[in-house]
């Protein structure tokens, strides 16, 4: 079965509100995804969180799909109308004319669930007079019943066993309208029925819509009030039972004794109230020594299915209003046939311990969480803010994953005065580095500016050489080039330079011919010098220079026509020098040459005398 509560993940901002508020704290907190996550299993089904939410981030399992297929189906179509649609439907002139639209609609029949409620009074009155001591707490409310089940199971065996509204009002259509092709349909201010309804099998398919739903089916329909004709609930009618939406409204359809002294009934409404008077009846039921009238909501007026926006008390006085307008024309003599005609009606709810209460932590681990939030102590005090009781609470919750830290008000204002004290801190770092970068962009400017005055007159004088002379980077490309290479390229070089003076960024490779650019290459790749190489270019004929100016990444070369007068003279001059240089080296090396064989010559013609000499004396 789908979840009754449900958070749009796109939509919750996880501002704890619905955390805050959720009674039982059945809502967990993803850290993960930073959003918060109902828990189907420990959720009652109150709607606390569907009211409160900032963000309209929670919604409830709605039927209109399921309504609008049912109504445009051959089936006889049935709807029972709880009373409270006298606080919600204001805006409507009279009820009648609220019969008219459901009719319009397409419902066959319109119940009010007034008469099943005088049915159950009948029934509680007996079980009251009966109870031989015992104390019963009323089930009339679907949410009293699932707090009972799944947090205070101790005293599930004093819930009263007789159906509830909707068991009673369910099986009385049926009785009137037997047969399969049968659609029912429960009009209520409570979501939590639409789970009660799928408990029993006699009340599964029944379609609960609230009064939210309601309103949506009649813009689906485009059914209006001025529509309309009017028309009244069919029999059988309810007497007392229309002041049952009023949380002390049963006691009136009860007929006993309301006073203080001597009602043997406590009726209790409210969150808070409900928890307190429950928990007492626990741990001593004699502290109260009354059966208990309960109802979570503020009466069913105040249900989270209702969309009006009046307060409690203006909805009560439309309940007694509509009320006192029913009751002075219902014939009561009818009304007691028809209670006896179907007193037999008496289904049996089924209440099942269902104990969703979790084990706290231990004492060492709240101590620590409760001094990590703000070090306090005192973990049974607390102020409140977070929703919990007191810090205790808090620490188990953050423990158990259904509270966060940022919850604590006391955490909050402590770390907003540290934020405080770090933004003060931070707002006078952030003037000074503001003023040492004002300072650096000056220093900047000005050294951006000498620069560019640098280069501004590197590059004239480069231009005023007559030589060609280049800069350029490790990937062969031009980095500033003189008027002089450009000259001596030629015209390809020339249309380059009219587009982007200087050739800057130009290929080295493909305006110079293979030779000279793996020369530059070379020189750059090995951080190595080329002295005077000869080289051409076209026709003519360069000395060539390569040096780096720095190691592997910027070098320069310097062009130097071969046919120049300077340059002429002193490459002969060079040359000249270089081949006497050359010259003399030879001689000397034949000299040694010559010298060392005259030596080896007479080393070898001494040795033959003193030979023949030796051989003369002998």
């Not at 299993?41 to 609008?68: F, L, T, W």
């Not at 009017?230 to 949380?247: A, E, R, V």
């Not at 046939?337 to 008496?346: A, L, P, Y």
């Not at 007159?457 to 980095?479: P, Q, W, Y």
Request: hydrophobic content about 35%; some cysteine; proline content about 3%.
């Amino acid at each position: 079965m789908e979840s009754l509560f449900s958070v749009s993940p796109s939509k919750c901002t996880l501002c704890f509100s619905c955390i805050r508020n959720c009674p039982v704290k059945a809502i967990d907190i993803d850290s993960k995804n930073e959003k918060a996550v109902i828990s189907d299993d420990r959720c009652i089904g109150c709607g606390i969180c569907y009211k409160i939410c900032p963000e309209d981030a929670i919604g409830y399992r709605k039927d209109i799909d399921k309504a609008v297929k049912a109504l445009e189906s051959d089936s006889t179509k049935i709807i029972l109308c709880d009373p409270a649609i006298a606080s919600e439907f204001e805006d409507i002139s009279d009820y009648r004319k609220f019969v008219g639209m459901l009719k319009i609609t397409g419902f066959d029949f319109a119940y009010e669930t007034s008469f099943a409620i005088d049915l159950m009074a009948k029934k509680y009155k007996k079980l009251f007079k009966q109870s031989k001591g015992k104390l019963y707490i009323s089930s009339y409310c679907s949410t009293v019943v699932e707090y009972v089940e799944k947090y205070t199971p101790e005293i599930i065996q004093n819930l009263a066993p007789i159906g509830s509204p909707m068991m009673l009002s369910v099986n009385l259509a049926k009785k009137i309208h037997p047969g399969e092709n049968v659609d029912i349909f429960y009009i209520t201010p409570c979501i939590s029925v639409k789970n009660e309804t799928q408990k029993y099998e006699s009340t599964k398919q029944t379609i609960v819509l609230t009064f939210d739903e309601i309103r949506e089916l009649f813009v689906h329909y485009n059914i209006s009030e001025n529509i309309a004709e009017s028309d009244d609930f069919d029999q059988p009618l309810g007497l007392k039972g229309l002041l049952y939406p009023i949380n002390t409204g049963i006691l009136d359809t009860l007929e006993m004794d309301d006073s203080v002294f001597d009602s043997p009934i406590m009726s209790i409404e409210g969150t808070k109230n409900i928890h307190d008077a429950f928990g007492t009846f626990i741990h001593d039921y004699t502290d109260i020594n009354k059966h208990l009238n309960a109802f979570y909501c503020e009466g069913c007026i105040m249900g989270p299915g209702t969309t009006s926006k009046t307060n409690k008390y203006q909805r009560n006085s439309a309940v007694l209003k509509y009320s006192q307008k029913r009751l002075s024309s219902i014939d009561k003599k009818h009304w007691e046939e028809n209670i006896n005609s179907h007193s037999d009606i008496n289904p049996v709810p089924v209440f099942l311990k269902n104990d969703q209460r979790r084990k706290p932590p231990s004492d060492e681990i709240v101590d620590d969480i409760i001094d990590t939030l703000h070090g306090n102590p005192h973990k049974s005090e607390g102020c409140g803010a977070c929703g919990f009781t007191n810090c205790q609470e808090l620490a188990e919750g953050i423990h158990m994953g259904y509270g966060h830290a940022d919850m604590c008000l006391r955490r909050s204002l402590n770390s907003q005065k540290s934020y405080s004290k770090f933004m003060k801190q931070n707002d006078e770092r952030i003037k000074m580095y503001k003023d040492e970068i004002n300072t650096f962009r000056e220093t900047v400017e000005k050294t951006n500016k000498s620069i560019k005055e640098k280069s501004e007159t590197i590059s004239r004088t480069i231009n005023s050489l007559t030589v060609g002379v280049v800069f350029f980077t490790a990937d062969m490309k031009i980095h500033e080039a003189n008027k002089g290479l450009v000259n001596i390229i030629g015209e390809e070089a020339e249309m380059i330079n009219d587009v982007i003076p200087g050739m800057k960024g130009a290929d080295i490779r493909s305006i110079l011919p293979a030779t000279v650019s793996s020369t530059f290459e070379y020189a750059i790749n090995n951080n190595e010098p080329i002295h005077n190489k000869d080289i051409s270019i076209g026709e003519n004929k360069y000395i060539l220079s390569v040096f780096n100016i720095v190691e592997n990444q910027l070098a320069g070369a310097i062009f130097r026509s071969f046919h120049a007068r300077e340059v002429r003279y002193e490459e002969f001059e060079n040359r000249i020098v270089e081949a006497i240089d050359q010259n003399l080296s030879m001689v000397q090396n034949i000299g040694f040459l010559l010298g060392e064989g005259a030596s080896n010559t007479e080393r070898m013609l001494n040795s033959v005398i003193e030979s023949f000499k030796a051989e003369k004396k002998k």
